[in-house]
């Protein structure tokens, strides 16, 4: 019975968020269809190069995740670990958003991981990440903005950090105690999750600045983007945040940036992350079928 009540949270999420997405876009078609964006003659060769960039920044992530192993089992992991990440990573588009997860484990098992210092890989990866994208988008709209964005960020001010940085210590204690897990002997890993919302910040001021002819801070489109990613990233149900990321870029961009332009951007930015995704996909799926046969 929960298990259904679960299912069905997931996908009313799944569904609602859709839902607001095509409100949206066809309440601003109009503008959306006017976009200079569409206009340029060499968009089908920058989205390309966009998406190399994506999968260079995604790669930092994966290769965190094999650290997180090396220092989970005190051993050194192969580097042919980090093409399992990015080859399991595509699963997550499948209904569910967990099958990512399930992919990882199936193959990392095969070579000799235990099943334990896998799931809690997972456990810490997720902490990490949503950590960094905290970290990032919280101080650079705190000393850069004041968290005077718009009206969706003006519950956030001092106070609310301080108890959100307590509430991570008070979960992080737990965890050392009662879990075996000390996330101090993960703070360099951070610094690979950092480059992945960097990243993701570039290509959102490129597809702002020069393919949308807006002008935009870096810094600022970082920050909200990094929130988005983290709020789809933790969304249940929601394949690879599908929906959830790019409606709640569209919110909380309101007042910063037009109806019309958060829908193009984001869009743009979960098609380059497609494409990103499946290059990945492919040379990993070479890689790892090259170390089969060497095993052999």
């Given at each position: 019975?929960?298990?259904q ?11 609602f ?5 095509v ?26 190069l ?75 990866e997720?902490?990490l ?15 850069f ?7 969706y ?9 301080g ?25 360099s ?8 919302f960097?990243?993701?910040?570039v ?5 702002l600045?020069?393919?949308?002819g ?10 909200i983007?990094?929130f ?7 969304t ?7 929906g ?14 037009g ?36 095993k052999?």
């Amino acid at each position: 019975m929960a298990n259904q009540k679960m299912q069905f949270l997931k996908f009313t999420i799944f569904i609602f968020s859709i839902t607001f997405l095509v409100y949206v876009m066809s309440h601003s078609y109009s503008n959306i269809k006017s976009s200079i964006i569409f206009q340029r003659k060499q968009i089908f060769v920058e989205t390309a190069l966009l998406s190399f960039v994506y999968a260079f920044s995604l790669f930092w992530v994966a290769f965190g995740w094999k650290r997180i192993l090396e220092v989970l089992s005190h051993i050194e992991i192969p580097s042919y670990f980090i093409w399992i990440w990015l080859k399991s990573n595509v699963y997550k588009y499948l209904p569910g958003n967990v099958f990512n997860y399930v992919s990882r484990q199936i193959i990392a098992r095969k070579v000799g991981v235990s099943h334990k210092i896998l799931m809690q890989s997972n456990l810490i990866e997720t902490l990490l990440l949503g950590i960094v994208s905290l970290l990032l988008s919280g101080i650079i709209l705190m000393m850069f903005y004041g968290f005077l964005v718009n009206k969706y960020f003006q519950f956030l001010n001092i106070y609310y950090v301080g108890f959100e940085l307590l509430v991570a210590f008070v979960v992080l204690l737990y965890l050392s105690k009662y879990k075996n897990i000390n996330i101090t002997r993960y703070w360099s890993i951070m610094a690979f999750y950092f480059l992945f919302f960097l990243g993701i910040g570039v290509i959102a001021w490129y597809i702002l600045n020069f393919q949308m002819g807006l002008k935009f801070s870096f810094l600022l489109i970082t920050a909200i983007y990094s929130f988005a990613w983290l709020v789809g990233f933790v969304t249940p149900g929601a394949p690879g945040g599908l929906g959830v990321r790019e409606s709640v870029f569209v919110v909380l961009s309101n007042g910063v940036l037009g109806e019309a332009d958060a829908v193009v951007l984001s869009l743009m930015l979960r098609f380059v992350s497609i494409l990103g995704e499946i290059l990945l996909y492919f040379i990993a799926q070479y890689m790892l079928r090259n170390f089969e046969e060497l095993k052999k």
